[in-house]
């Protein structure tokens, strides 16, 4: 493989991991709806603020997230909305992937 393949899919999984916890998965499909600041995504994950900026943070540089400050809070949304694409494609992989395995298990019958 040649460096710039090598780079190519490097930054693809850089994007990949950071999209690879359910936190973050969540924090994108809210994003999705509309913007929000770190206060109701903590309020509405659960979790302590720092636990939820370090997710945030993780998005941010993958490139995934952007903000914006207002006064003392912190609003994020999604920079680009193709991400959601990858939400539709993991869901057509699992939707598959059950019926693969349920036409297997009719089988064995």
């Known amino acids: 493989m040649d460096k710039d393949l090598l780079a190519k899919f490097k930054a693809q999984a850089k994007i990949a991991k ?10 994108v499909d809210e994003l999705s709806r509309n913007e929000r600041c770190v206060c109701e995504l903590t309020e509405m ?7 939820v900026s370090k997710h ?7 490139g995934i ?4 400050k207002r006064g003392l809070s912190v609003y ?29 298990i009719g089988k064995e019958k």
């Open 56 to 62: 945030l943070s993780v998005l941010r540089n993958a």
């Open 76 to 104: 994020y949304r999604l920079r680009f909305r193709c991400v959601l694409n990858f939400f539709g494609c993991i869901e057509t992989v699992i939707k598959l992937d059950a019926k693969e395995r349920i036409s297997i």
């Open 65 to 68: 997230v952007n903000y914006e």
């Open 45 to 51: 994950i659960g979790a302590d603020a720092s636990t």
């Open 18 to 27: 950071a999209l690879a916890h359910p936190t973050r998965l969540f924090i």
